[in-house]
């Protein structure tokens, strides 16, 4: 049974608390529209104001908020769309804590899902007070790794399928994500910006999950297949990455569900990346969307592009 996109609002929602850092805001932006803006430049300027003695005061001047939602809109306009294709994406500059979210709605996961499904499996462990066996090592490497829906399906049953993930999540801050029915787990519904702060659960220090659960599944999306290593990566300057994929092709439609998460560094900046993306006629296309998505979000925030995007551009 479908299910209905969660609108923009919920998004930004969730962007809003995906990005809180150590109990401050982190400084994602989003639409005007919003009453408490997330991100801001506030200014050390100061003017006068008369004090009770007759001596001159000082008050702090708010300087107007960057709007870094519409900047992203701006970059996103170039990236070509093809007509039916929808596309989401959000991103976090982790040094300075500025972010940016673009599109609406819910998506299908596709194999998005399993980092979700490891860090599920991870703060069960904790909150038992155990290791991993080594028969989930083995299954969390090669779901990770090599995406292998064997080992997913597997550690599904093991959290308890959608109920367990649910559960996980509410803890780790998602709103707009839903496990998928029965062993559909790769049809789990979610938003960029429950993507990002599974991210910043991954990323981030102020975290649900432990440093070591954090380091492993670190480990992990750094070590993902050679033939699998596209998407927000291409965002990046080529220093250092850690991502995850999803590509699932819809047999009522022909058409591609084209997904990627992970972290990216540019000039030594590690930036959080999550595109969603789906209604592309060929995966190739929805590489290629996510990449370009991913690099516009990027540039939002750090004002360059990366040279791997450059040669992306150049091999076409």
């Not at 039916?84 to 976090?92: D, K, N, P």
Request: with cysteine; aromatic share 4%.
């Amino acid at each position: 049974m479908a299910r209905p996109r969660i609108r923009r609002g919920l998004m930004c929602a969730a962007v809003a608390s995906a990005v809180a850092v150590g109990g401050t805001a982190a400084g994602t932006a989003y639409v005007q529209a919003r009453a408490h803006p997330a991100v801001r430049a506030v200014s050390s300027a100061v003017t006068p104001s008369a004090s009770a003695s007759g001596e001159a005061a000082v008050e702090p001047v708010a300087r107007p908020s960057v709007d870094r939602d519409a900047l992203l809109a701006e970059a996103m306009a170039s990236v070509p769309v093809e007509d039916g294709a929808e596309v989401s994406v959000a991103v976090l500059d982790l040094q300075s804590g500025q972010g940016a979210a673009y599109g609406e709605g819910a998506f299908d996961t596709a194999s998005i899902v399993k980092v979700d499904i490891l860090a599920a499996l991870l703060l069960q462990t904790q909150d038992a007070g155990r290791e991993l066996t080594a028969a989930e090592k083995s299954y969390a490497t090669a779901m990770i790794e090599r995406s292998d829906n064997d080992s997913a399906s597997a550690l599904w049953r093991t959290i308890g399928r959608a109920e367990g993930l649910d559960a996980a999540n509410e803890r780790f801050g998602l709103t707009g994500t839903e496990g998928g029915d029965g062993m559909l787990w790769g049809l789990t519904r979610t938003t960029a910006a429950d993507q990002l702060a599974l991210l910043r659960q991954v990323f981030g220090d102020d975290s649900e999950l432990s440093a070591a659960s954090r380091s492993y599944i670190r480990e992990l999306m750094g070590r993902i297949a050679v033939g699998q290593r596209w998407g927000v990566s291409a965002a990046g300057d080529g220093s250092g990455w850690a991502l995850k994929n999803g590509w699932l092709p819809r047999t009522a439609t022909g058409l591609w569900d084209i997904n990627s998460i992970g972290r990216v560094t540019v000039g030594g900046r590690g930036v959080l990346v999550a595109v969603l993306s789906d209604g592309n006629t060929t995966k190739d296309k929805g590489v290629s969307l996510v990449e370009a998505a991913a690099r516009a979000a990027v540039s939002v925030l750090t004002g360059q592009a990366s040279p791997s995007a450059t040669a992306s551009a150049t091999a076409g």
